[in-house]
Nanobody, 123 residues
Framework: QVQLVESGGGLVQAGDSLRLSCAASGRTFNNYVKGWFRQAPGKEREFVAAISWSGSTTNYADSVKGRFTISRDNAKNTVSLQMNRLKPEDTAVYYC????????????????WGQGTRVTVSS
């Protein structure tokens, strides 16, 4: 069974940092694009960041550019999201996802999804 499992969420204060991780099992995703999405309360899920299979190409939402960094470790079949200078508007459930192909910001193009990890940023 293919699984993506996120971890690292929690409650932090504005300005703090948090690192999310996503571990894959059931298959290797080394040649898959990995992405992070988030869904805030009462809002639709939105793109956060994505990284190519090699790690050479990344893409970020404007709202997190310069604060968040996506990275991957293919040897460990993991992808991480380092989140710095967190803001209350970053509060959401964060999901990792995987797709085979080019780096994309389009949610529907991702085939595999985790269950999400909650991040709450207090002001």
């Amino acid at each position: 069974q293919v699984q993506l499992v996120e971890s690292g969420g929690g409650l932090v204060q504005a300005g703090d940092s948090l690192r999310l991780s996503c571990a894959a099992s059931g298959r290797t995703f080394n040649n898959y694009v990995k992405g992070w999405f988030r869904q805030a309360p009462g809002k639709e899920r939105e793109f956060v960041a994505a990284i190519s299979w090699s790690g050479s190409t990344t893409n970020y939402a404007d709202s997190v550019k310069g604060r968040f960094t996506i990275s991957r470790d293919n040897a460990k079949n993991t992808v991480s999201l380092q989140m710095n200078r967190l803001k209350p508007e970053d509060t959401a459930v964060y999901y990792c996802a995987a797709t085979f192909g080019l780096v994309t910001t389009t949610e529907s193009e991702y085939e595999y999804w985790g269950q999400g990890t909650r991040v709450t940023v207090s002001s």
